[in-house]
């Protein structure tokens, strides 16, 4: 007979459960609204009820799939299992990469062509600075 | 790192589903646990090896043929 489980817990979280995935979709909802209005109020109601659409979208994904394992633990975040969130941490650090990458090719493109590089420094320089002082952080808690 | 996980799972008639419930974590974290591609958490290492009853570096061992 297996022992009962520890009642050590650093490190292990509650499952997330299927309803976890309804949330997902009322924050994609409020998200959508969000960007519906705005877009409403720059004069682009048609493009911010695109906008809107995939968002719907996105949450209903979240709803359709929420007995999925790998969908309840997109939609559960900080709650999701250690494997997850190391997945998801690696999985962030990647698209941060990407998008560095492309503000640094792009602000190198704009200053090529005479232009000022703007606003592709100023993203470049909120990227550094972010990970000069995550970087000091982390290492200050460690 | 390689693991008993798997055998001691099995010898205890337990399923993949059942120890991650356990353990509060995912049946596909404990597949990948049993499968050598994940390698555990300490704290989720040492909740294993106690779960089983067995020490640590008897549930969890370096795989020296890497």
């Known amino acids: 007979m297996p022992t009962e489980p520890p009642e050590v817990t650093g490190g292990r979280r509650p499952r997330p459960q299927a309803g976890g995935g309804w949330w997902a979709l009322l924050v994609s909802l409020a998200l959508g609204g969000i960007l519906w209005a705005a877009s409403w109020i720059g004069g682009h109601p048609v493009a911010g009820l695109f906008s809107f659409l995939i968002m719907v979208a996105f949450g209903a994904i979240f709803v359709v799939g929420r007995r999925s394992e790998s969908i309840r633990m997109m939609a559960a975040g900080h709650r999701a299992d250690e494997r997850w969130r190391s997945i998801d941490l690696r999985a962030t650090a990647t698209a941060g990469l990407a998008v560095i ?4 090719v792009a602000f190198i493109w704009e200053i090529a ?3 000022s590089g703007q606003p592709y420094a100023l993203l470049g320089a909120i990227a550094g600075l972010a990970y000069l002082v995550a970087l000091v952080w982390l290492r200050w808690r460690s | 790192m390689k693991n008993q996980v798997r055998e001691l799972r099995t ?3 337990l399923a993949q589903g059942q120890l991650a419930e356990a353990m509060g974590v995912s049946r596909q974290t404990i597949n990948s646990i049993e499968n050598d591609r994940y ?3 300490l704290p989720l290492a040492i909740a294993l090896a106690r779960f089983f009853g067995r020490p640590v570096e008897e549930v969890f061992h370096a795989d020296r043929t890497a």
Do not use: F, K, N
């Open chain 1, 101 to 104: 990458t492309v503000v640094i």
């Open chain 1, 113 to 115: 062509h005479g232009r």
């Open chain 2, 39 to 41: 390698t555990p958490s």
């Open chain 2, 11 to 13: 010898q205890r008639g």
